[in-house]
């Protein structure tokens, strides 16, 4: 009988509460996800390149599981409450049909316990699905290619989700459970109503919506201007207007409500009791409903700006170079690339290079006072005479340091450029062409200083005068990051050896073969090579190679950083805030059920009831939604401005385009919740009305 009874009550509440329980299952999700994301192929594959970063991240994956199950305990915590104030009624009647308060916690402890037994049994299944798809999606879009993936369990990360998430639930129980076990029988029978408070004069409403609409405009420009991200003061400061600001705003909205409700037509069917309804809810709850605003400010920001980052970063930068050697014991560099065919020639691999060409990089040697070797005053002054701008400012700062600038030799560069599939520089013995590394330009720099090349100025080498031609050349020289050049010289190969001396370092760039690919993806053919280099022991010979993989994996960590943890938060941030918001209205919707079941005296009927309270509910999330989703679009975008390289800001159209529409789909996602909302409201209204229906 006892666990009928249990078994009973706890069905019933999943049915009658079935928003809360799907909120509960997917946080088990998200949970598991976080957890195992060490066995992820992705980040087995990145922690042989990235190791340092790789750790530092799965270091911070404790934190956010502490963070979470906080939020998550507030969250339990609330949702709960609803449901035992629902039952008030109920506890009531078993204490006063002679049940023990002890065997009464029993059973509620039983049926909690029941409900989270079977959302564990019901999220973990789906946790351990959608982290293999995941992986197995992850890995064949960035190529990894999936004939390699096995399936993985990750018992530590069931362990930590079936403890974290019971934990919190009890804790959570056990807190309320307390508060309901001291009332008195005829405490818990009566009627609970909602708390009247006292309304202020409307001005006062009205100068804080204008508060709080002039806060959050001077965060939005702090914010978008970057001046947020220039000192920690400054952020601070922006935090606080956001936070203050939405705060205030939705405390004033009485004004706006209160003036809807004398300008709408209150001829139609229960206007005047629905936006009486909406205008208590809202002075009410105006701190909760500002607070789920920030949350699903939160959300939009991280699944727009990490999509938007993650879907642009997999594409930056151009893929020429497979491989980057170097030769450390070779006295004379003339030796490194013969040296280096040698070696691969004696273990049969040199097949695996369609192409080996060296990239000579040095300094000028032909003088001992290193200060003002470079001297070029014709383009600082022709900076000087544009209009201000901060491009040029930025061109004026960083080209002062260039008194003493690396030089590359033009015959290399061109095979690069051949390599890469565009035309060949053509140099005279007094012309030299400029380079920059893409990290240290963007297109509106590139564009002034190619303005001002076109006009061939004339520069000082050494004492010698040497005339600047064609465009800023950006290739990477290298194949990964060892060496990145803010600013250096092409030189033609005569007067290259003439000003190094014969001095300079020697990078060897491979491309790999077509038999070395085998019809593989890229990222399997360059590991299969790293394991026939380090086979023959190739460091052995004292010479170092850096591959492509590595600048890919340090661009699959950002991609993995930018998906996975800003999807993780933006999930558990929606789930919070939706949930606090659906079951605080129906929270309040079955406290003032007595105003329902007046109507119903009044003559009311159960289809204009309903569209009474799914106007509320339109009012009560649709105002959360709409001010977050337009706050997303500022927050993205300070985001771009204060996360992004100068390189990667090129393109952040393309990014913002991305989390637009990704902000679109989650405010359609809210959408759905809502109408579920109206639903669960009908459902509550039928039962408010029943009994007063008894025709």
Not at 674 to 683: C, E, H, L, Q, V
Request: glycine share 8%; aromatic share 10%; net charge positive.
């Amino acid at each position: 009988m006892f666990s009928n009874l249990i078994l009973r009550n706890s069905r019933r509440e999943r049915k009658e509460n079935g928003l809360f329980f799907t909120s509960l299952v997917i946080s088990i999700v998200a949970f598991y996800i976080i957890l195992s994301l060490s066995r992820q192929d992705v980040m087995i594959f990145l922690a042989k390149m990235e190791s340092n970063a790789v750790n530092k991240l799965l270091l911070m994956i404790p934190i956010f599981y502490g963070m979470t199950l906080g939020i998550l305990f507030f969250l339990i915590y609330f949702a709960c409450k609803y449901q035992m104030e629902r039952r008030r009624k109920e506890f009531g009647v078993y204490l006063m049909m002679g049940m023990r308060r002890s065997r009464l916690f029993t059973m509620l402890l039983a049926e909690d316990f029941l409900s989270s037994l079977l959302a564990l049994v019901i999220g973990i299944p789906i946790a351990v699905l959608l982290s293999e798809i995941i992986s197995l999606v992850t890995a064949r879009l960035v190529g990894m290619g999936i004939i390699g993936h096995q399936f993985t369990l990750s018992l530590p990360a069931i362990g930590f989700t079936f403890v974290g998430f019971l934990a919190i639930k009890l804790a959570a129980f056990l807190i309320l459970s307390g508060k309901f076990s001291h009332q008195e029988i005829g405490s818990l029978l009566a009627n609970s109503s909602g708390n009247e408070k006292k309304q202020k004069p409307g001005i006062v409403y009205g100068i804080c919506a204008v508060c709080g609409t002039g806060m959050l405009a001077t965060a939005y420009w702090l914010a978008i201007g970057g001046l947020a991200w220039n000192k920690t003061g400054m952020m601070f400061l922006t935090l606080l207007l956001g936070l203050l600001g939405t705060i205030l705003l939705f405390y004033g909205m009485r004004a706006v409500i209160a003036l809807l409700v004398k300008t709408g037509n209150a001829n139609r069917k229960l206007h005047v009791f629905t936006f009486r309804q909406i205008q208590e809810n809202v002075i009410h709850r105006s701190t909760s409903m500002a607070i789920s605003s920030l949350l699903i400010l939160a959300a939009l920001c991280c699944f727009g700006a990490g999509i938007g980052i993650a879907s642009t970063n997999r594409q930056a930068g151009d893929h020429v170079l497979d491989y980057t050697f170097r030769d450390c014991i070779a006295e004379n560099p003339q030796d490194a690339l013969p040296h280096l065919q040698d070696v691969l020639k004696e273990n049969g691999l040199d097949s695996q290079f369609s192409q080996l060409f060296e990239m000579r990089i040095g300094h000028v040697h032909t003088t001992e006072n290193f200060e003002g070797v470079f001297q070029m005053e014709s383009v600082m002054e022709s900076l000087h005479r544009l209009p201000p701008s901060k491009e040029r400012d930025i061109l004026l700062n960083n080209l002062s340091y260039t008194d003493f600038p690396y030089l590359i030799c033009l015959s290399d560069y061109n095979r690069l450029l051949e390599a890469a599939g565009k035309p060949v520089l053509t140099l005279t013995d007094n012309e030299a062409a400029v380079y920059q590394d893409a990290e240290f330009t963007n297109t509106g720099r590139a564009a002034i200083l190619n303005e001002i090349l076109s006009s061939r100025p004339v520069a000082s080498l050494d004492g010698n005068p040497i005339c600047l031609t064609g465009e800023i050349q950006s290739v990477n020289l290298v194949t990964d990051r060892s060496i990145t050049l803010s600013f250096a010289l092409i030189l033609p190969d005569q007067q290259f050896l003439r000003y190094t001396l014969g001095n300079y370092d020697v990078y060897i760039n491979g491309i790999m073969s077509q038999e070395a690919a085998r019809g593989a993806s890229l990222m399997t053919a360059i590991s299969d090579l790293n394991g026939k280099l380090a086979g023959i022991g190739l460091g052995n010979s004292g010479i170092e190679y850096e591959s492509y993989l590595q600048n890919m994996g340090r661009q699959l960590f950002y991609l993995v950083a930018a998906s996975y943890i800003t999807i993780y938060l933006a999930i558990i941030f929606l789930v919070v805030a939706n949930t606090i918001m659906g079951v605080q209205f129906l929270m309040n919707q079955q406290k003032t059920g007595r105003r329902y079941q007046t109507l119903v005296r009044l003559g009311a009927t159960y289809k204009t009831m309903c569209a009474s309270a799914r106007k509320q509910i339109s009012w009560f999330i649709g105002l959360p939604v709409c001010v977050a989703a337009v706050s997303s679009l500022f927050g993205v975008k300070a985001l771009f401005a204060g996360l992004l390289s100068s390189r990667v800001q090129e393109t952040q159209g393309e990014m913002l385009l991305v989390s637009a529409a990704i902000i679109f789909l989650l405010c359609v996602v809210e959408y759905i919740y809502m109408n579920a909302i109206k639903r669960s409201s009908d459902r509550v209204l039928l039962t408010l009305i029943q009994p007063q229906r008894e025709e």
